[in-house]
Every structure is written in C-alpha cells, then in structure tokens.
C-alpha cells in the first residue's frame, strides 16, 4: 500500500511527532509515538483569532525547513476509493460463494452424470480459487499497513483507517491554500503601504496575515533549530501526543529560556495562540 510505502509521509509523521514534542519539553516526559487521530487534533485546535491551526503552522515549517516533504500526497493513492470499501462485507461475501461452491460440489458427487453441475464446477472453480487467494491477500495486506501505524485491523475498519489520510492530504492543501492567500495578501498591503508613504499620517489597511507577531517568528526559528539537532530516543514514558496538543488548548505554551531573560515566565502563543478549539 502506497501509504506504508511513502517515505514522505513518513517524514511527515516524524515531523508532527517533534512538533508535539517540543511542544511539550517544559511539561512531562517526551512522546515515541502517537495514534492516527491526532492528525484530525491538529485540524481542529486553532489559533484565537480561529483563522489558523496547528496544521497551517506545521505546514510554515515543512516549507521552511522540510519542501521535498510538501508534495507528499503524490505518494498516496486511491485513499477516496479503498475507504469507500467493506473489506469486512467483500470477505463476507466470497464466504458465502465459497460456501455455496462447496454445496455445489456435493450435490455433484451424488449426480455426477449432471452435464449442468460438471460445467459449472469447471468454469467457476478456478475462478472461485482465485477470488479467495485475493481475499486473503488482501486481508493480509491491510492487517500489515494497519499494524505498521500501530492500529487493531479488527477495530480500525478500511472505511475508518484511509479517511485519516484523506481528511489530513485535503486539510494540507487547503492549508497550503491560505498560506498563498495570505502571502498575496502581505504582498498587497505593503505595495499599498509603499504607494502611501509619501502621505504622512496615513496608514494602509493591512491584513490580518500580513504581519506575523514576533512572538511567531521567534518560535518558528526555536522550532527550526531545535529540529536540526538529533533525535533523542525515550522509552520510559509514553505520552499521548493528543494529549500533549489538548493541554496547549487549555494553557499556552511557555518558553523555557524566558524566565533567564526577564525573571517571570509570560505565556508565549503558538501563532495567533492555539489556545482555542472550535466548539
């Protein structure tokens, strides 16, 4: 499957596992893993101003720091159609020819002058092996991509697991979306603001994206550096990194370095506070 497959999801994920994490530094114990929900966590929590979301901020980096990461998607395949499949209700289904096969068989070997039955069994059977060969195949194939993101195949149906994927790749280029909009948008306001300047005491509008906080760009380039270092490896914890994106929504994030500077510690903001999620 292509999503076991794709080195750039996977580089993806990574990236989502340290920005979780880093968030987390000054809290409790780091995270090594994190289930498949959380990709819609990171939808949902949004900024105060509820433009932004962890995922516009996520997306900022991997331009930034990580672009052979963006095109990402082109790696996944068919995820709107395999999770529009019952791999449940198909395996039934071949079950129950399987079973009336079989049935068949026997009422052969107590008519096995029957022209009918011996045509049927001769052109089906063949057919009827190899339906159930791809019915295990596949079985087996979704167990595998299924543990490989540490998900239960029996609780995690297809119809539940690839949606993830989907929501997450729409999610991503609609965040990609804004963030061009948004650039646009800066682009315009300070051309406007150049057009003005010879007018003292008037001020182009500008837009709400057009300049970033400071408090923004200093966690963007703390979040970069710290990313450039190597990965440590934790084992005696083993934090949900959905928890650790659900208590950023009840109380913001706090530098470490701050209280050095200035003797307190001043809630920092993740861009536009991600203290919020919609209700």
Same mark, same amino acid.
């Given at each position: 499957?292509?999503?076991?497959?794709?080195?750039k999801?996977?580089?993806?994920l990574? *990236?989502?596992?340290a920005?979780?994490?880093y #968030?987390n530094?000054s809290? =409790?114990?780091?995270a090594y +893993?994190?289930?498949l &929900?959380?990709?819609?966590?990171?939808?949902?929590t949004?900024?105060?101003d509820?433009?932004?979301t962890?995922?516009?901020y996520?997306?900022?980096?991997?331009?930034?720091?990580?672009?052979?990461l963006?095109?990402?998607?082109?790696?996944?395949?068919f995820?709107d159609?395999?999770?529009?499949?019952?791999?449940d209700?198909?395996?039934?289904?071949?079950?129950?020819?399987?079973?009336?096969?079989?049935?068949?068989?026997?009422?052969?070997?107590?008519?096995?002058?029957?022209?009918? *039955?011996?045509?049927?069994?001769?052109?089906? #059977?063949?057919?009827?092996g =190899?339906?159930?060969?791809? +019915?295990?195949?596949? &079985?087996?194939?979704?167990d595998?991509a299924?543990?490989?993101?540490?998900?239960?195949?029996?609780?995690?149906?297809?119809?539940?697991?690839?949606?993830?994927?989907l929501?997450?790749?729409?999610?991503?280029?609609?965040?990609?979306?804004?963030?061009?909009?948004?650039?646009?948008?800066?682009?315009?306001a300070?051309?406007?603001?150049?057009?003005?300047?010879?007018s003292?005491?008037?001020q182009?509008?500008?837009?709400?994206?057009?300049?970033?906080?400071?408090?923004q760009?200093n *966690?963007?380039?703390?979040?970069?550096?710290?990313?450039?270092?190597?990965? =440590?490896v934790?084992?005696?914890?083993?934090?949900?990194?959905?928890?650790?994106?659900?208590?950023l929504?009840?109380?913001?994030?706090r530098?470490?370095?701050?209280?050095?500077?200035?003797?307190?510690?001043?809630?920092?903001?993740?861009?536009?506070?991600?203290?919020?999620?919609?209700a």
């Open positions: 499957m292509s999503i076991k497959s794709s080195e999801l996977r580089g993806i990574e *990236l989502v596992l920005f979780g994490n #968030m530094s809290k =409790r114990g780091s +893993g994190f289930r &929900q959380s990709l819609d966590v990171l939808l949902e949004k900024s105060t509820r433009r932004q962890l995922l516009h996520l997306v900022r980096v991997i331009r930034d720091r990580y672009p052979p963006s095109d990402f998607h082109t790696e996944l395949h995820l159609k395999a999770g529009a499949v019952s791999l209700a198909l395996l039934a289904d071949m079950r129950c020819l399987q079973a009336g096969m079989e049935l068949t068989q026997k009422e052969f070997l107590k008519q096995d002058d029957s022209a009918v *039955l011996k045509d049927f069994l001769k052109s089906n #059977m063949e057919v009827m =190899r339906l159930a060969a791809d +019915g295990k195949t596949a &079985q087996e194939a979704y595998v299924v543990g490989y993101f540490g998900e239960n195949s029996k609780s995690t149906p297809p119809t539940s697991f690839f949606p993830i994927f929501r997450f790749v729409r999610a991503y280029k609609k965040a990609e979306e804004d963030l061009d909009l948004w650039k646009k948008q800066e682009a315009a300070a051309a406007a603001s150049e057009e003005k300047a010879g003292p005491g008037k182009p509008p500008q837009s709400p994206a057009a300049a970033p906080p400071r408090v760009m *966690l963007m380039a703390e979040l970069n550096k710290k990313l450039k270092k190597e990965p =440590r934790y084992e005696e914890e083993n934090w949900a990194i959905e928890d650790i994106i659900t208590d929504r009840n109380q913001p994030y530098r470490t370095d701050a209280g050095r500077r200035s003797g307190k510690k001043p809630p920092v903001a993740l861009p536009g506070s991600a203290q919020d999620s919609p």
